[in-house]
T-cell receptor, first 112, second 111 residues
Framework: SAVISQKPSRDICQRGTSLTIQCQVD?????MFWYRQQPGQSLTLIAT?????????ESGFVIDKFPISRPNLTFSTLTVSNMSPEDSSIYLC?????????FGPGTRLLVL | SQQGEEDPQALSIQEGENATMNCSYK?????LQWYRQNSGRGLVHLIL?????REKHSGRLRVTLDTSKKSSSLLITASRAADTASYFC???????????FGPGTRLSVLP
């Protein structure tokens, strides 16, 4: 199983600012996923990040709002840009392993 | 649109009792998986059941899958206070690359 870490674990931000979330995996993986979990809700996939290519965004999510970097096979970042209180959520990265996915511990974001 | 739907949304039981959560989905799947999330933290994988399987056990967990009804259930036997968490089903139609999560069931196990 993969061991995944995320930074920061939580943050409180002012509206209009941006936050970059880091995801580090202890093994090389081709594909990484970024999810958003709004308060009391389930997980929604934001985008799939493949090393060496542009991230693929799901409907309702755009690159200008959630730019993603994937500089190598063990690391990815998700930026939440020009934040508003509606962006307050837990953001999780995950990696596929066989038929399942392993998740990072999440980044809890509160936007004031 | 959301694939998996779970019921109940919230469940409160006494320690030692069994807890049953249900998940329904809409389209064809390769497998269905259950995850646990403690207090808004990361998700922990519990169990996977493939579309050609009907029942699977892992410790105190029992999962069933009825593809004709497009539904699954997760049974936790002899519950403990430490089982208090949110439980999510996730359907997958692309071997780990296309998960769709249900809304989840919040389980509270009272000591």
């Amino acid at each position: 199983s993969a061991v995944i870490s995320q930074k920061p674990s939580r943050d409180i931000c002012q509206r209009g600012t941006s936050l970059t979330i880091q995801c580090q995996v202890d093994s090389q993986v081709t594909m990484m996923f970024w999810y958003r979990q709004q308060p009391g809700q389930s997980l929604t996939l934001i985008a799939t990040a493949n090393q060496g290519s542009e991230a693929t965004y799901e409907s309702g999510f755009v690159i200008d709002k959630f730019p993603i970097s994937r500089p190598n096979l063990t690391f990815s970042t998700l930026t939440v840009s020009n934040m508003s209180p509606e962006d307050s959520s837990i953001y999780l990265c995950s990696v596929p392993s066989g038929e399942t996915q392993y998740f990072g511990p999440g980044t809890r974001l509160l936007v004031l | 649109s959301q694939q998996g739907e779970e019921d109940p949304q919230a469940l409160s039981i006494q320690e030692g009792e069994n807890a049953t959560m249900n998940c329904s989905y809409k389209t064809s799947i390769n497998n269905l998986q259950w995850y646990r999330q403690n207090s808004g933290r990361g998700l922990v994988h519990l169990i996977l059941i493939r579309s050609n399987e009907r029942e699977k056990h892992s410790g105190r967990l029992r999962v069933t899958l009825d593809t004709s009804k497009k539904s699954s259930s997760l049974l936790i036997t002899a519950s403990r206070a430490a089982d208090t968490a949110s439980y999510f089903c996730a359907t997958d139609d692309n071997y780990g690359q296309n998960f769709v999560f249900g809304p989840g069931t919040r389980l509270s196990v009272l000591p």
